[in-house]
């Protein structure tokens, strides 16, 4: 088990956009739905995007329309394009597996959206 390492993270004001990228290792990178989770202050983790092996995506209604996940597999690299950012986006960011699994977190990446 190799955590995922994302990156990407920042402090930008509302309605600005930010780029994360998630790199992992292909034994789970290749065979699963990967997914963007994010955990605020005081709050559980959720699950804000996830895409298929195939590219078919889903999102959280929070983030619909303003968020777009991505996948490279020849890479083995996640994306997060978040536009259109608001205060209640700020959070850590991770990505996993969909369902996620135990021993792949990583440390995550910090946003912060300032109105």
């Known amino acids: 088990q190799v955590p995922l390492v994302e990156s990407g993270g920042g402090l930008v004001q509302a309605g600005g956009s930010l780029r994360l990228s998630c790199v992992a290792s292909?034994?789970?990178?290749?065979?699963?739905?990967m997914g963007w989770y994010r955990q605020a202050p005081g709050k559980q983790r959720e699950l804000v995007a996830s895409i298929t092996i195939g590219g078919n995506t889903n999102y959280a209604d929070s983030v619909k329309g303003r968020f777009t996940i991505s996948r490279d597999n020849a890479k083995y690299t996640l994306y997060l394009q978040m536009n259109s950012l608001k205060p209640e986006d700020t959070a850590v960011y991770y990505c996993n597996s969909d369902p996620p699994r135990r021993g792949y977190w990583g440390q995550g990446t910090q946003v912060t959206v300032s109105s």
């Open positions: 292909g034994s789970i990178f290749s065979f699963n739905p």
